[in-house]
Every structure is written in C-alpha cells, then in structure tokens.
C-alpha cells in the first residue's frame, strides 16, 4: 500500500511539471510572436536563407537536450528516407510530398548536429555545401546546353534511332574540325594577304585581264567563278611571291606552305585521336547481353523528367531501343539456306562491280571529250559543266541501285550499312581518281602552252626595258595588258570548286524533290488515290545514312584537296556544312518516317572515322605529288619563280636560320636517315598492333572467367536456397548454440519452427519464400510418451529384451538425462 501510494504521489507530481513546462513553452513562443511582430523594418527585409537560419537557431536553443536528441534522429531518419525514395513502390504525387517534406525538415533542423558555438558555423557549412554541389550541377547543364545542336541531335535519336543519330554527329564533328581549319587558312594566309599585300590592280596577277573585263561582272561569269572572284584571294593566283611583306615582314609564301602542310597534319591528329578515344569507349562501355530486354523494361525511364516534350521524347528512345534489340534478337536466331545465300551474295557483288567499272568508264570518257571542247571558241553551258553534272548524277542514282541490289544478301543492317558504304566508297573513290587522272592531263599541258607565254612576256620586258633605256619618257604598261598564263594552280581550284557548289546543289535538290515534295503528294493525295499512298507506292521515305555520310566524308576529301590552290574554299564548305545542319534536321522531322529495321549505331561512328582516314590518306597524295613533280607558274601564286614548291622551306633555312640548321637539315633530309626511321617506324606499328591484339585475347580471357565465376556464385546461391531450412537451422543452432540453456534453446527451437496454414508452410526468417514452395513436412500422431532410454550394457553381455538364461532385469524406474 505504501508503495502504491508513493507511486501516485510520483506520477502526480510529473503531471504538474508537463503542465507547467508546457504553459512555459506557450508563454514563451507567443512572446517570440510579440517580438517578432515588434522587429524593425531592415530585418522583414531580409533574404529568405537568414530568416528561415535564425528560425532554426531559435527553434534549437529553446530544445532540451531529449527533444535534441529526438530530432537529431528524426533528421537522420529523413536522410535515409530521402536516400531510398527512389525505391520505393508509392505513387509519384506521395513520391514528391514526402520528398519535399523530408527536404524541408532537414533544412530546418541539420543545424543541430553540432554542440555549442559550433552549431551556427555547421548549418553554415551544411548550406555551402548544399550550394557547391547545386552549382556544379547547374554548371553540368550549362557545359550540356553549349554543346551545339545537342538538343535537335538528341530528338532525332528518340525518333529515328542512334544510327541517324550517329550521321548528325558525325556532321557537328566536321564542322569544329572545319571551323579550326577555316581560322588558319584565313588568320594566317588570306588576311595578311589583304591587309598587308599590294592592293588589287598593282600587279598582272591582281588585275582583271583587259579581254575579261567587260564581262567580269556577269552573273553568268561569276556563277562559274570567273571574272572578278577568279582574281581575288580566294584562289592561289591573287598572292604575290614576294618573301617578306608589310611593315612586320610576314613571310607569306612560308606561311602559305606552312599553312597548307599542317591542316593535314592536324586533321590527322584528330581523327586518329577521336578514333582512339572512340575505341576505349566502346571497350569500357561493352553491351554484356545478359538479360537485356529486363534491363531496357525497368530501368530505362528518367524519373526526374518533368517536361512533357522531354517524356515523349524519352518515350520515343525507349521505344526505337526495343525494337533495335529485337532486330539483333532476330538476327541471332536466323536460319536459313547457306548455299542459296552464298549464291545471292556472289550474284550481288558482280553486279555492283559492273556498275563501278561503267561509271568509272563514264567519267572518263566524259572527261577527255571536255579536253577536246577546250579548243572550241564558243561552249555552251552544258559542255562547260558536263564533267560536273555527269559526276553529280552518278552520285544520285548509282547508291540506290547498289541498295536495291543489296537487298539480295539480306545482311543484318548494321553490316548492310557497312557493306554500303564501302561500295559507295569505291564508287566516289574512282570517280575522284578518274577526274583527277585527266586533271593531271590538263595540267601538262597547260604547263607546254606556260612555256610559250613565259617567252613572250620575256621578250616583252626586255623590249620594255631597252625603250626606256634609249627614250627619255618612260611609257609604263597597264597590268591588264600584260601577257598572262594558265596558272594552273587556279585551274585546279576552280574545279574543285566547281564540285562542291554542284554537290552542295544536287544535295539539297534531291532532297527538296525526293523528300519534301513526295511527302506533300503521300499527304494530301493519299485522300482520293486508288491504293494506301503512305504504306505502298511512293510512300514517305527513309533517311538515306549511306548516302549522306558518303557524301559529308568525299566532299571533306575535296576541301583537303582543294584548299592547297583555293583557300576560299574551306569557307564555303563551313557554309555548306552550317546550312546542311539545319536543312536536314529539318527534313529528317518533317520528311522522313524511321527506318523499318532500326539497329544500333554501335561501333558506327569509329567506322565513319577509318572511312574519313583513308580519304584523308588519299587526298594527301596528289598535293604531295603535285607539289613535288609540277613546276610553279612563273606569274601567279606564292611559289612563283621557284623550280619547286618546297623550295621555299630550303630558302627560309639559308637565310633566316644560322649554318648549322642548313647542316642538321641536310643530313636529316639524307635518304640513308630516313630509309631506316622508316623501316623502324614499321617495325614499331607491328609491334604495338601485336601487343594490342595480345590485350585484347587477355581481355576476352577475363570476360569469360568473370562470366564463369558469376554464374557459378549464381549456381551456388540457388543451390543454398534450395536447401530444406529445418536441416539448416539445426546446422545454425548445433554447433553454436551449444552451450545455451534449456529455455532458450527451446525458445530458439520454436521461433525457427515453421507453421503449416492451409497446407502452405511459412516461416519466420530468410527462407520464407522458398518454404512456401516446398510441401510442408509430414505430420504425425503421437499418442503415447516417449519409450525410456534404456541403460548402457557391458561388452560381451547381451542386450536387454534378448532372449537368455537369466531373468530380465526390471526397467528403471526413473529415465536418464
């Protein structure tokens, strides 16, 4: 009773001190309402980050140290919350409350995870680094939204697939790398020219020649890059062969050969860098195959899209991957005849090496009869541009033909493509060869016809000279009327030119007539026509990946060729590309339906990077060759009265260099040196494709182990899980629990044993889900106690309950334990 009493007493007196503490606590909050309310203008001024902060460190200093200990926890268990949000299976709209609940709760109370004084510099710290890791994520996004055309390029491949995808990269590529050739071509060579050189009409080669002038300025005549554009900076001819220029002594005509050498060098830098670096990627970023359709089903949304034209975008992606991993499932499990197919694809090779060798024959065919129209007085316009028009319709029609003859040998599309363009390759390859063949041969001759001319203007200033000499006036001669040659340089210039406006023509007319203007007849036909226009004939058509990045990577190889003899012409090419950026992205999204067999670009983008090395390869050797075999033009050019192009690196080491270099230079350009470095260089490429390939078998090695070894994890885990539970808990309670006491064992004994409801077992522990697949244990009656043990007998006696002799001793009374 005492103690009863004592007890009320106690709880009594607890009570009134909640009460009183609670009317302290009440009191005081609605003093801080009064003074709040009292506060001075400046400070309902203030940023939302202080107030909210001085709520909080008020809140703090008026918790105890058990409701800080409490929230202490609660923040922590806010953190956690907001860690596995994610995870868990709620709708978003409970998703996005609770996260902005838990966001919100720790804001306000993270400041008291520190003691004391330390507390205000720790809400600090904790807002800092808050703030830091916002700003490098906004400055993620910012690098991102820089990137240009990254968001057009990303809708195309939600819609079309990666492979589409992989052509507009490929084009925003050579625009940088254009871009950085069109900044040294022009920075270096073509405006010191103008800004230093001698102005326009000072010298012949600057000069408009007196039978050209009156048509100079016809549209006609400009069209064809003739008049006034033939004889400004754009072309080879306009630049003086003076060695030093302007008041800063600019050596041009070093700069020009500089200039020219090393936009070959850097561009095969690049590609060989990008191609490595694609390389490593697409090793360190394998598909492993394993499960891939449950990997694209649950874990291909964002769920931090918030924008519904980013959704249907995502949507779009995650649809067009599905159907490229169909078309590589569809692949594997193929089977079909190996002989019909070999047959196909034999029959399929021949009829496209027909077609290359008759548009090979073609082109120069067409390219001898124009050397045979140069002797004519009067051409017309057809037979000045016929070389171009038969290559640009080559171009057209011959890649379709090899598409449809393609489809005999019912390759997986990825390889299609491949095959594709290499043939498109070859097509391209031999027209381009074939055109510069006869080019060559316009070249020797017009260096004969140079010969002459340079003769006649010879003697043309010596009878200059030996009149003013012997008269006292001196008559000077307009540089319009000076003898002028071919320059052939210019020649060269103006052809390759002249292919890259008509492609960059043909390009864009086809897809004005091929696309936009079939998708307008598909559209608004389709309503009143005999058949579905849309799924028969014509229907929309399909991005052309081939086509388009055949044509980026030979015009590429024009400009590397061209640049040399017109410098103009990496700026029309940087127009080409600008316009092609936009033209296409548009005409893909409102002209073109998705391929009907999606796949991956996989690999694709290194592909286009070999194709764009070997055309890189390929257009170096002709400038080098010209530039080592052909003689300048005597009056154009910066080369002009030099033997041979390079001379001009020869002169700059004997004048502006001191002896030794000339020496060192010497001994280095001996072939007994560069033989050897050569043979060396060759030695070291084997060697290190040797030891790739070594790399690479060690890698696949590995790849197998790692495979082998998850799956024999994997066998064992289902192994252990089989496993009847009983046997593996008394294997659990045996060995470890044996020193526990009888209440506790027993206590063990019935929480690990299973119960049988509704003939399902279930358990209480980690195999409660395979319990509930296996049949539950048999069941027994039991309806009489359990026999006693019976004593230990000694050797050589019988046991008990054999017959003998003796009479049976009587059981024991009591059983032991």
Known sequence: MHNNNRNNRANANKKLKDEENKKQKQASNKSNKKTEKGNSKDQRKRGKSSSSFSDSSNSEDSLSEGELAKVLEEVEEKKKLVAILRTKAWRMKRKLATLKESQAFIEKFEGALGKGKGRKFYAYKVMMTKKWIKFKRDFENFKTSCIPWEMKIKEIESHFGSSVASYFIFLRWLYGINLILFSLTFGLVVIPEVLMGLQYGSIPRKTVPRKEQPTAMDFSVLWEFGGYIKYSALFYGYYNNERMIGVFKYRL??????VGVGSFGYSLMVVIRTMARNAKESGVDGDDGDFNFSWKMFTSWDYLIGNPETADNKFASITTSFKESIVDEEENQKDENIH????????????????????????????????KYSALETLTWYQKNEVDIVMALLGMFVPPLFETIATLENYHPRIALKWQLWRMFALFLGNLYTFLLALIDQVNAQLAEEESIKNKTLAMVNSFNSTNSTSERILPIDPA??????????????????????????TY??????????ALFVRFINYCWCWDLEYGFPSYTEFDISGNVLGLIFNQGMIWMGTFYS????????????????FQCWAVMCCNVPQSRVFKASGSNNFYMSLLLLILFLSLLPVVYTIMTFTPSFDCGPFSGKAKMFEVIIETIQYDFPAFIGKLFSYASNPGLILPGILLMILAIYYLNATSKTYEAANLELKKKMQMLRDEQKNRRN???????????????????????????????????????????????????????????????????????????????????????GPRRPPPSQPRR
């Open 253 to 258: 005509p070093l700069s020009y050969f500089m």
């Open 340 to 371: 019909l197919r070999r047959f196909l694809i034999v029959l399929a090779n021949f009829l496209i090496f027909c077609c290359l060798a008759g548009s090979g024959y073609l082109i120069f065919y067409v390219v001898k009869k124009s050397q």
């Open 481 to 506: 009327d000076f003898p002028r040659g071919p320059c052939w340089e210019t020649g060269v210039g103006l052809e390759f030119t002249k292919l890259t406006v008509s492609d960059i023509l043909v």
């Open 509 to 518: 007319g086809s897809i004005l007539v091929g696309d936009f203007l079939r």
């Open 567 to 582: 410098p103009g012409l990496i700026g029309i090419n940087i127009l080409r590309l600008l316009t092609s950026m936009y």
């Open 719 to 805: 192994n252990k899980n089989t496993v009847n539970p009983m046997l593996q808990d008394l294997e659990d309670l045996l060995p470890n629990n044996a020193n526990m006491s009888k209440a506790e064992l027993d206590k063990v004994v019935v929480e690990k044993q299973p119960t049988v409801t509704n003939g399902v077992t279930k358990a209480n522990g980690k195999h409660g889900k395979e319990m509930a697949l296996m049949p539950p244990p048999p069941r027994m009656v039991v309806t009489k106690p359990p026999n006693p043990r019976q004593a230990s007998h000694p050797l050589g006696q019988p046991r008990s309950g054999t017959p003998s002799s």
